[in-house]
């Protein structure tokens, strides 16, 4: 869907990477640019196989970095200039991570790039945006997590808040990025003007605050952590069964009779949990005549029983449950990407699905792959000049 467009990849770490990587997947043609002899320093984040740290292996870089092409180029080196502007005159799109402060020494702010491709999209990722008193603030996922208002309302309400443990709003960030960029070449291929996307971490988790937000605007009072009791709701939450935990789902109220023929317990039946208001009254003997029926049961059971009466329950899947779930298989969720270094691994290929629309999933580069094949053969610097920008620390 994206083939023919043009995207030079300044990013390193996870939200720029993942933003990138979406473009690839649609056949996008993604240039990566790396620091010569250390490259992304995701490269240094494992898993790696048989736990041995090896930049080429890292699990993490080789998920993010599928179908992009791998240059190393010492951006602080000022020989580096003429080759960046050319790549930059290549470009349709540039996306890059660093902190405002830090692009601007680079001399890649917006207006700078404007000036080299008057057409190019610039999409900026960083914790809190390009503007505004906490621009140049440093941040990890913990932060952006406390600072964006998740952690809050995260827990339950007689503890701490807590942290999810997923990079979510990396990988949030990164989505949000790509669907502005996609945004910005509509508005450039319509008008010929390239435009600065602005994207703040940090404003991600913002914006999914569920309705904390507008209650907070509407009445004053703030959202309060509810464990797994969700929203104040009995029989609602992940609940232990034989094999793990299952995810209990009492709703909506018509449905309710389904739970006492589910479990075969006739006093779910009574007329004091047939509503949300008497289930939440009611929470902990509810519980109690639950929990026996649940702790005799497998979660998959429980789920495929459950969804049969119409009820919307879950089970608390591992990732091995993941790789393999017939569902996401069938779908064609997975594909096996072999790579020179690390072998053959399966990669999730695009979290949506197009008719038509293929996905180009080839293996992530090695550092510094195609440095000929982008500077040589697209660029036209001869081979001596490459040997001599590498013996410069350019390249």
């Not at 998920?63 to 020989?79: D, P, Q, R, W």
């Amino acid at each position: 869907m994206l083939e023919g467009l043009k995207v030079l990849d300044l990013t390193h770490y996870v939200a720029g990477p993942y933003a990138t990587r979406l473009m690839a997947a649609q056949g996008a043609e993604v240039i990566k640019v790396e620091r010569p002899g250390v490259g992304d320093p995701s490269r240094r984040i494992g898993p790696y196989p048989d736990e041995v740290p090896h930049r080429e292996k890292s699990a993490l870089f080789l998920y993010l970095n599928t179908g992009k092409k791998s240059v190393t180029l010492n951006l602080k080196n000022e020989a580096s200039k003429p080759i960046l502007h050319h790549l930059l005159e290549w470009a349709d799109v540039l996306v890059e991570n660093f902190r405002p402060a830090v692009i601007e020494r680079l001399g890649l702010d917006y207006d700078s790039v404007a000036a080299v491709n008057s057409g190019l999209v610039m999409t900026s990722i960083s914790n809190f945006g390009q503007t505004g008193p906490y621009r140049d603030y440093g941040a990890r996922e913990i932060n952006l997590y406390a600072m964006g208002g998740l952690m809050y309302i995260t827990g339950d309400p007689e503890r701490e808040p807590l942290h999810m443990a997923a990079r979510l709003a990396q990988y949030g960030a990164g989505q949000n990025a790509f669907a502005g960029t996609m945004g910005a070449l509509m508005h450039r291929d319509i008008s010929g003007a390239g435009q600065h996307v602005d994207v703040a971490i940090s404003e991600y988790l913002a914006t999914i605050l569920e309705n904390a937000l507008s209650q907070y605007s509407y009445t004053g009072s703030n959202f309060r952590r509810t464990g797994n009791r969700g929203y104040g709701r009995a029989a609602w939450g992940p609940y232990p069964c034989r094999d793990g935990y299952v995810g209990v789902i009492a709703g909506p109220d018509h449905k309710w009779p389904e739970m006492a023929e589910l479990m075969g317990i006739a006093e779910l039946a009574e007329e004091r949990f047939d509503d949300r208001a008497g289930r939440g009254e009611n929470a902990d003997e509810l519980d109690a005549l639950m929990l026996p029926w649940l702790m005799e049961h497998d979660r998959h059971e429980i789920f495929e029983r459950a969804q049969h009466r119409g009820l919307a329950f879950a089970y608390v899947a591992t990732p091995e449950d993941i790789l393999g779930w017939e569902h996401l298989r069938e779908r064609g969720f997975f594909a096996e990407v072999e790579h020179p270094e690390a072998g053959a691994l399966e990669h999730p290929t695009l979290p949506w699905r197009v008719e038509g629309g293929d996905v180009s999933l080839d293996a992530a580069p090695t550092l510094g792959q195609h440095n000929s094949e982008v500077y040589s053969g697209m660029l036209g610097y001869s081979r001596d000049d490459v040997v001599r920008m590498r013996g410069m620390g350019v390249v």
